[in-house]
């Protein structure tokens, strides 16, 4: 497939040269509204600082959730949940990094950079709008690790089953390489540690466990749920802590930046993207009301922006998981939104 991106928007932006219908989007839908402690405006005024930083043309159908940024190489890479790999969009152009099903790559969804290692660690879980899903990938998840270098495999992590249904969905990364892992389907985190291929238990008590983002210092540790946000106390990484909330719902992508966190509220009657304040908890809409927005999910902070995806056309299924026709689709468009 040939891929253009283009910038759009109403500011010059950076330019590439050319060359959740889905079922747990559903189930935290509702868990948002039927748990969540504080009501998000439903009609507040639209509020507007973000411009198209790039679209990825001709893949209406990519159905993105994740992005990721690598600095050294000046790229984004962005995952799909129905073609089931990964793009990378940089200076020389776009084009697949992890081609549609690669060792195994089902839905793909968040993604993180080990810019130490030099490694894109990518979560990923078997949803039946997959392409390709069969009754056999029931209940499946899988952590893969790739080399940003050449694209080859280093490490892939499975875990779940038809009878013990697990749901990989976003990651954080330690300095030592450690993983902190949400599984929304079992309401936990879990921890992988270097050189050790397999998922432990680490924190539980969650309530459909979404986007995790780490503190500067990798002292502390926030995960959002359909309640809100848990803050956790890493000070003894082997001990964590969890040591209070913060009283936001409903967010997907979560990142850490200055000290405060942007997020994405998309499970709400009134998506937008949002900078809380970690010290007092107050909110601050930095999007709303953009008619671009199509269920926007994940984001990403790279030179001091918030790059995000405004489209991901979640709900382009019908009841039996098939995809909607190729041309009422829209091609995928990032966001940027500038960060102070």
């Excluded at 994740?66 to 790229?75: L, N, Q, R, T, V």
């Amino acid at each position: 497939m040939q891929f253009d991106v283009r910038g759009m928007g109403r500011a010059p932006v950076p330019r590439f040269i050319a060359v959740k219908n889905f079922a747990f989007l559903f189930l935290f839908a509702a868990a948002c509204a039927t748990t969540a402690r504080t009501p998000v405006p439903a009609a507040e005024p639209p509020v507007a600082n973000a411009s198209a930083a790039f679209t990825v043309a001709n893949s209406r159908d990519l159905i993105p959730e994740g992005i990721a940024y690598d600095a050294e190489s000046d790229s984004f890479f962005i995952s799909s949940i129905y073609r089931r790999k990964v793009v990378k969009a940089g200076a020389s152009g776009v084009h697949d990094f992890i081609a549609e099903g690669q060792e195994g790559m089902l839905s793909s969804l968040g993604m993180k950079i080990d810019a130490k290692r030099r490694l894109l660690w990518v979560a990923s879980c078997a949803a039946p709008e997959m392409r390709g899903y069969t009754r056999d990938d029931e209940g499946k998840a899988a952590l893969f690790a790739y080399n940003l270098g050449d694209g080859a495999l280093v490490r892939k992590l499975v875990t779940g089953d038809a009878s013990h249904h697990a749901l990989l969905n976003d990651l954080a990364i330690l300095d030592d390489g450690t993983l902190l892992v949400t599984d929304s389907e079992r309401g936990a985190v879990y921890r992988v540690l270097p050189q050790v291929d397999r998922l432990e238990p680490y924190l539980d008590g969650f309530h459909y466990p979404n986007g995790i983002a780490l503190s500067d210092d990798q002292h502390t540790l926030f995960v959002a749920d359909s309640e809100a946000i848990t803050r956790i106390d890493l000070t003894d990484a082997a001990e964590p802590r969890k040591s209070g909330t913060l009283p936001v719902p409903g967010v997907d992508g979560l990142s850490f930046y200055r000290g405060d966190l942007i997020a994405i509220q998309n499970h709400t009657a009134n998506p937008r993207v949002v900078r809380i304040r970690t010290g007092d908890g107050s909110v601050q809409t930095l999007e709303s009301g953009n008619v671009l927005f199509d269920i926007p999910t994940t984001g990403v902070v790279a030179k001091d922006a918030y790059y995000f995806v405004a489209n991901s056309q979640l709900r382009a299924f019908d009841a039996q998981h098939r995809i909607r026709a190729y041309d009422t689709l829209k091609d995928p468009v990032l966001l940027r939104i500038p960060l102070q």
